[in-house]
């Protein structure tokens, strides 16, 4: 089945430096979209990118999708403690048999920020 | 209104019980799913729901059974399971289906808190 690898796994941090995940398919993507899971919690939406290239911007998150809609990535500039969690991209795949239309989350990144 | 409520937070059941989780929704969404999250792992798709009907099956063990029985109403009947089942079901809704918005923006997915599951 379609996979959206997720690198790195775990990421360790000092308040005020810069986290970035990144994401990659083999095949291209319809949609990417990125949750953030905290400790204990549930995925909640962050974002969801469409166009090849697109860049969108919330405070401190940068998120991008590549032009050829295969990788994506977060960037996270001045971490703060409330950075902490679990974040996950996730695909969606157009015309992929049973995966059509759903979301095939990666793996996932542990960020943890040392204050 | 933008919450997923699911019931209950957390349930131990025996293999040998009979049980349902509870999901419910009022944002007039018309898609819903049911995810499976075990620890440090991403959550994965069991069932989905479209218009009130099942449209994607995950390939999802017979005892677990999914019911729709409203567009506001999501249930996961679980019947004799195994250890290895317990996890963090997660219930999400959207207003379509992703299939029919794929390469359009909005349709966000909301996700309920989850309910814990430990079999024993």
């Known amino acids: ?115 | 209104d933008t919450e997923v409520t699911q019931t209950p937070k957390h349930l131990v059941m025996g293999m040998t019980n009979k049980k349902s989780l509870k999901c419910e929704q009022h944002m007039g969404h018309r898609a819903m799913y049911w995810y499976k999250q075990k620890a440090k792992k991403p959550p994965e798709l069991m069932f989905v729901y479209s218009y009130e009907k099942l449209s994607i099956n995950e390939s999802v063990p017979s005892r677990f059974s999914p019911e729709c029985p409203n567009s506001s109403l999501l249930n996961l009947h679980l019947h004799a399971l195994q250890p290895e089942d317990s996890a963090l079901y997660l219930c999400a809704s959207s207003q379509y289906h992703l299939s029919l918005t794929s390469g359009r923006g909005g349709n966000t997915i909301y996700f309920g808190e989850g309910s814990w599951l430990t079999v024993v």
Request: positive net charge; contains cysteine; hydrophobic residues 30%.
């Open chain 1, 1 to 115: 089945g379609q996979q959206v690898m997720q690198i790195p796994q775990y990421q360790h941090v000092q308040e005020g430096e810069d986290f970035t995940t990144y994401c990659n398919s083999s095949t291209t993507l319809s949609n990417i979209q990125w949750y953030k899971q905290r400790p204990g919690g549930h995925p909640v939406f962050l974002i969801q990118l469409v166009k090849s290239g697109e860049v969108k911007k919330q405070k401190r998150l940068t998120f991008q999708f590549g032009e050829a809609k295969k990788n994506s990535s977060l960037h996270i500039t001045a971490t703060q403690t409330t950075d902490v969690g679990t974040y996950f991209c996730a695909g969606i795949y157009l015309n992929y048999g049973g995966s059509q239309g759903n979301l095939i989350f990666g793996k996932g990144t542990k960020l943890s920020v040392k204050p």
